[in-house]
């Protein structure tokens, strides 16, 4: 696995990588809806061929929204409960261990992360009975630890998958915690260490 | 064509914004307000109103979470 390369959003091309990130950040201004906008980008247009074809596709924040918009991911992001941006170190349950996006936390010697969230869109949401099969099918990856779900997601639901397992998105940011000095913890790291150790395997 | 498409949040989700409205009449001195939702409303010149609905599902209104209503104005202006 080679270095990070910045796609623009008007390319299609993405430069065969071996997996996607979708970061967080604003988009398009997110006039009408947080992510509304971007998911029509044409990069996108090739993020969900790439996904269809089984590739990782991870979505931070705003990049969360954008999956939901363009239903690679279930559910929406609603305004957080409190109506306020939001930014605070959080503490994420990790439920499912065994995903491309987590399976380096076998080795994390702590049962969750703690990893800073920044946003005023996060209450993630949906239907009775896809929030059912989402914890029916493992699809519920990251869960806000007690106490810690300031922006009122229905089931503490911090990040989820998409069925196949391929595609995930949260909304706290793993980047932001990948050096002591600036982030709190190095907990983010497992999240992008899981992707490698995925690719990397499915290489061998 | 003029059209006006109105975006509410659907019923049974949770909406801190209408809540805090809610809220805040009553402290104004409006009582007996009960049930309040804030939502969107868009105004758009159109040539063809059949492609409405479609614009609402792909892109005006996320359906899993909001309703849409669209409404034809009568005449050009608005």
Known sequence: MGDAELIWHGDRDLRDADAIVVPGGFSYGDYLRAGAIARFAPAMESVVEFARDGGLVLGICNGFQVLCEARLLPGALLPNVNLRFTSRQVQLDVVQRDTPFTCACAEHSSPSLSIPAKHSWGRYHADESTLDELERHGQVVLRYAPGANFNGSLRDIAGVSNEAGNVFGLMPHPEHAVDELTGGSTDGLTIFQSMRLTVEGARV | ?78
């Open chain 2, 1 to 78: 064509m003029r059209a006006r498409v109105l975006i509410r949040p659907k019923a049974g989700i949770l909406d801190p914004q209408g809540g805090a409205v809610e809220r805040a009449l009553p402290a104004l001195g409006f009582a007996g307000v009960d049930n309040v939702h804030v939502g969107r409303l868009i105004e758009l010149d159109v040539e063809d109103p059949s492609q409405l609905d479609s614009m609402c599902e792909r892109l005006l209104a996320n359906p899993l979470v909001e309703d849409y209503e669209v409404q034809l104005l009568d005449g050009a202006s608005a």
